[in-house]
């Protein structure tokens, strides 16, 4: 019984998956959503309904809770989560119109317009269908729990480790699930847009913990983030998301004392170091048919320089993709960001300076203007002091990128939001604050 | 498919056949006729135990007791004839007539204007009075605004008179809510021509410019977009001028926000759009035009946003050099550009993709020395194989040869690696061994190539019996094949007959950079019949390139008509003066030779040979004066060779 509803949920969760990342025209769908009838056709032989319900992270059928196959769905748990809808009962008589329009609901909004997808099966007079939320005093407190759950840096954190389990398996040369990784970061790309702030704040926070992964996921953030307000369709965001993930992989072949050594480095050591793109790319060669060809791109060429002083010494001519000029740029400003245990991060506007001077060594220099357009020299999130003395993180960018919307902390001052790029406002940033410092510390408390 | 539908679907059959023939043949016609009795068959069969039927029309499809019938192409065609003429159900009755019939039919016949200028076929039937079996209901003709087709533009036309006359308000909310759809079926570019149309639009939008402005504002609007999106109409100078005439009301800054929409939506903005656009604004200059939709981008907040109208605009600006957009937009717009022309870059190109990933292939093979590491890499080269082929990237494929070549040379292991590549490689660049033109760069490769796939028998047979007389297989044959050139004179010889073709072997070789290619010329020499000789020497001479001893024997064993060949060829003095010991210096006691030297004379008259004449006088004196044959043919070669 179980293994039926199971397949049936499989079968479900599949055609949401690739209705979400390539839209219900695609060929693609057609084929899911007959694997899906048919798997309700089985299931009905048996029985007239089934209730499936979502109870913290665990898929619940009937009265089981199906421990190992939550597992493996967990992006698509947080993206029906996200979508307020906790429960969903599928009924006998179920057709693929029925089931078109359900996943046409799903998709068609954000979750900041999360609509109430049970009144809209109603108008769409679908009988066979009812989503929404777990009703019962039992289960609200569950579901308030995990609602809050669904936070940005609850996302940010099962994204790192669900990343962390797929670079894990392809340096044991073992399958990855290509179609949950563009999920998660279909997820992530969702909150980016709808609530970028949030997760951008948790990048800047990220930076000074010393995890591998959160370099990772933070150039996948920052490159979707940036692709995305250069124009560039969900598609493409999600291949440069995906490369952006795997782009450094190659340094996981390299020793961990040369990579963190803070001396100069021996020649035998920098060639180490320079072999991670070629070690990377030829890593990702083999999930060329999964992942798309854009991760061996990046890999490779990240370093590449206009100047011919990067790596590795190609024999054959070329200007890197876009797309990996764009991780290029996200991987620099993250990696000079950010703190690690063999060094201190480095202050914002420092690392602008630095990045401007280097440019011109860079394919697209312009890129780097625009990136700092978007992101503006003191990244949002940001915890900061102004000339005046007062302490304020930074909640928006304006045109002037040295001179964001911040908002004044106490307890010294009152809080406030102050536009500096305002001709009235003589007030500058003197300096960021780290947040992991006992000043930072406090602030925080503020935030 | 129960009885009922049959012979419904046979009726409905029956009925479509009638109406093509009533307009095909006059009312009398017997084919008409003849269908006619079918139908009343048709319906008897279907009245039968019934007092009436009624059929429900659709645009669709038609209704009949409570079945829509749409599935098959006739039910179709016949619910879309009736729903144009209006009607909304047709009823006939136990004891329909043939007559009754032919009266339905006439009238159906109508043109759809004439019906509806008629006030509906309900009314002309009425008209008709002897109509008791056969009822029609016309269609309230708001349901007729979305319907499809050429004489929806009549309906139209008459139903916004109609409207206006009558004054019906809710009618004209109704017609204002449906000019959309409207313009979706019927384009400017078409009405436009239509004067009863123009008229009447005319009117209907007056009306409601007095009565309801904020509709009539809805209207042209609706009217400005369907005319932006009408190509037709864009690209034509008199059409675009009447439609001026509609949209006089329409502000310039009306048109200037269109046109900024117009570069903020998805949609492409075409040239002809925007000169059209431009061109429709009344009083404002470009200058005011330029500055407004500058001033609009320069605040644009969105980077996203303000990239797209740039890359828009850039691309407008660089198109089509015949249209012309005044400069002047170009300068207003200078800084928003210049501040966001890395736009002009930035497009996440797939085919780049592909080829960036191609060449980091290679670049991975090159570096990668380990053959057994090098696998993998050569099933992803396997994999993309078809689409370098498709796309004939010789850069790549000659590349990954030369790899290829590098790493079997420095590792034997590599050898068994390679193996498909190298197949699928040779096979390829081979196939452009027989192209008459193959692109340079495989050409530059292939000349230089020291072996081939192909055997030596494989390229005789293709030049000399399949015609293949190109440059490259030949170069190739006398590079590759050297101790196997026998076989090609050979082949040579036996189609020495074909004088044509052996001159196209010849002059191919003539043109190909070959070190020993005068041997090659002699040794075809040796091989053909004189006309063939004669072109061989003739191009050595365009060569200037000869052996001496070649020619020599030539000036002394052949005939004069390949003498005179050959002696063009020598350009060297001293091979002059030599030639002309052989042709003159021959050995004449008591005139034994004197015909050989006369014809040699001759030869040097006919070539008009001017260096023989100091031989000539040497000759003269050495002459002994009995022997006035040959001094009269010498004084004679002297006077044409000095006049």
């Avoid at chain 2, 996203?304 to 828009?312: L, T």
């Avoid at chain 2, 004449?613 to 009269?632: G, M, S, V």
Wanted: with cysteine; charged share 30%; net charge negative.
């Amino acid at each position: 019984m179980v293994e039926k509803a199971e397949k049936v949920l499989r079968a479900f969760m599949t055609s949401l998956q690739l209705t979400t990342l390539y839209g219900l025209e695609h060929p693609k769908i057609k084929g899911t959503i007959e694997s899906c009838i048919q798997a309700f056709d089985e299931l009905w032989q048996q029985q007239q309904e089934i209730v499936f319900g979502i109870i913290g992270d665990e898929i619940a059928c009937d009265k089981d809770i199906l421990f190992e196959f939550s597992k493996t769905v967990q992006p698509i748990v947080k993206f029906l989560k996200k979508r307020n809808i906790e429960r969903i009962l599928f009924r006998k008589g179920l057709n693929r119109d029925d089931l078109y329009t359900f996943l046409e609901l799903l998709v068609a909004h954000n979750e900041k317009e999360i609509p109430d997808i049970q009144k809209a099966l109603s108008a769409k007079k679908v009988q066979t269908i009812e989503a929404g939320r777990i009703s019962g005093e039992s289960y609200k407190q569950e579901v308030k729990d995990t609602l809050a759950a669904m936070d940005a840096l609850s996302l940010y954190t099962k994204s790192a480790q669900s990343f962390q389990r797929c670079v894990n398996n392809i340096l044991d040369t073992q399958e990855i699930n290509a179609l949950d990784i563009r999920f998660e970061l279909n997820n992530l790309f969702e909150s980016l847009v709808y609530g970028h702030k949030d997760l951008l704040k948790i990048t800047v926070l990220k930076r000074y913990d010393q995890s591998t992964f959160t370099h990772i996921i933070n150039v996948a953030i920052l490159a979707m983030l940036f692709a995305s307000r250069l124009g560039f369709n969900k598609e493409d965001i999600l291949d440069i998301g995906v490369a952006a993930l795997f782009h450094d992989i190659g340094k996981l072949g390299v020793s961990r004392t040369i990579i963190r050594k803070t001396s100069s480095l021996t020649n035998s050591e920098f060639e180490q170091i320079k072999g991670h793109t070629l070690y990377g790319a030829e890593l990702l060669l083999r999930y060329v048919d999964t992942l798309g060809t854009l991760p061996v791109l990046a890999a490779f060429e990240h370093h590449l320089k206009s100047d011919m002083h990067g790596y590795p010494k190609i024999n054959f001519n070329k200007k890197p993709h876009l797309g990996s000029v764009i991780i290029c740029i996200c991987d620099i400003y993250d990696a000079l960001f950010s703190r690690r245990s063999y060094k201190a991060g480095l202050a914002p506007n420092v690392v602008y300076e630095i990045m401007m001077k280097e440019k011109e060594k860079m394919f697209y220099p312009q890129l780097v203007d625009t990136f700092f357009e978007i992101m503006g020299v003191w990244p949002i999130g940001t915890l900061v002091e102004l000339s005046n003395q007062s302490k304020a993180v930074v909640r928006q960018q304006t045109k002037n990128i040295f001179k964001p919307i911040v908002e004044i902390l106490p307890p010294e001052h009152t809080p406030q939001l102050i536009n500096l790029s305002e001709e009235s406002h003589t007030i500058d940033i003197t300096r960021a604050i780290d947040p992991y410092s006992e000043e930072g510390k406090v602030l925080a408390q503020f935030i | 498919m129960n009885e009922k539908n049959i012979m419904f679907e046979e009726f409905i059959k029956a009925f479509r056949i009638t109406y093509n023939f009533i307009l095909l043949y006059s009312k009398e016609h017997k084919a008409f006729l003849n269908s006619l009795e079918e139908l009343k068959i048709k319906l008897d069969s279907i009245l039968k135990d019934k007092q009436q039927i009624e059929i429900l029309i659709s645009p669709e499809g038609v209704w009949f007791e409570s079945v829509f019938y749409s599935k098959e192409s006739f039910y179709k065609e016949v619910a879309q004839l009736l729903h144009q003429r209006k009607i909304k159900s047709i009823r006939f009755f136990e004891g329909v007539t043939t007559d009754e019939l032919k009266i339905l039919f006439e009238k159906l016949a109508l043109p759809a204007k004439e019906i509806i200028q008629r006030k509906g076929l309900a009314i002309i039937l009425g008209e008709e009075g002897n109509l008791e079996h056969c009822q029609l209901e016309d269609l309230d003709y708001s349901q007729l605004l979305h319907g499809q087709g050429q004489q929806i533009k009549d309906v139209w036309a008459f139903f916004m008179q109609e409207v206006i006359s009558k004054e019906d308000l809710k009618k004209i909310d109704e017609f204002v809510h449906n000019f959309n759809s409207l313009l979706e079926t019927i384009k400017p570019s078409q009405f436009l021509q239509d004067e009863q149309f123009s008229r009447h639009l005319h009117t209907f939008l007056d009306y409601l410019k007095k009565h309801n402005y904020i509709k009539f504002k809805q209207c042209l609007d609706s009217l400005l977009n369907a005319a932006i999106n009408d190509s037709q109409l864009i690209k034509n100078e008199n059409a675009s001028r009447r439609l001026k005439e509609f949209l006089i009301d329409v502000s310039d800054e009306k048109f200037c926000e269109v046109l900024w929409q117009r570069l903020l939506s998805k949609e492409e903005l075409e040239l002809a759009q925007f000169v059209f656009l431009t061109k429709l604004i009344g009083k404002g200059t470009h200058q005011q035009i330029a500055a407004f939709l500058a001033e609009k981008a320069n605040k644009e907040n969105n980077q996203a946003i303000a990239f797209m109208v740039a890359q828009k605009l850039e691309k407008l600006f660089n198109l089509d050099k015949n249209i012309e957009i005044p400069p002047v937009y170009r300068e207003a717009m200078r800084s928003f550009l210049e501040r966001n022309k890395i736009i002009a870059e930035v497009i996440f190109d797939r085919q780049a993709v592909e080829y960036n990933y191609q060449l980091i292939l290679l670049d991975l093979l090159s570096f990668q020395n380990s053959p057994k590491k090098a696998v993998h890499i050569v099933e992803k080269i396997l994999k993309i194989w078809d689409s370098v082929l498709k796309e004939n990237k010789f850069r790549f494929i000659l590349d990954l040869k030369k790899i290829i070549e590098d790493k079997k040379e420095l590792d034997k292991g590599f050898k068994e690696v390679f193996e498909e590549l190298e197949n699928r490689i040779n096979l390829f660049l081979d196939s452009f061994i027989w192209q008459e033109n193959p692109p340079q760069e495989v050409y530059s490769y292939l000349e230089n190539i020291a072996e081939s796939t192909a055997s030596a028998e494989e390229y005789l047979r293709k030049i000399f019996e399949e015609g293949k007389v190109f440059p490259l297989p030949i170069k190739i044959y006398f590079k590759v094949f050297k101790n196997r050139c026998l076989d090609f004179y050979e082949y040579f010889r036996k189609k020495e007959e074909d004088i044509e073709f052996c001159v196209r072997i010849i002059e191919v070789i003539k043109n190909l950079e070959l070190e020993d290619k005068i041997t090659i010329f002699e040794k075809l020499y040796e091989v053909s019949n004189d006309f063939i000789k004669a072109e061989i020497l003739r191009l050595m001479a365009q060569l200037g390139e000869y052996h001496k001893e070649f020619i020599f024997e030539i000036l002394r064993n052949s005939t004069s008509y390949l003498k005179k060949e050959a002696l063009t060829v020598i350009t060297e003095q001293n091979d002059t003066q030599r030639a002309l010991d052989i042709l003159l210096g021959v050995e004449n006691k008591w005139g034994k030779n004197n015909k050989t030297i006369i014809e040699n004379l001759s030869l040097l008259a006919e070539l008009q040979y001017r260096q023989a004449i100091y031989y000539l006088d040497y000759l003269e004196k050495k002459t002994p004066f009995w022997n006035f044959p040959l001094r009269n043919k010498i004084r004679e070669t002297k006077v044409i060779l000095n006049g």
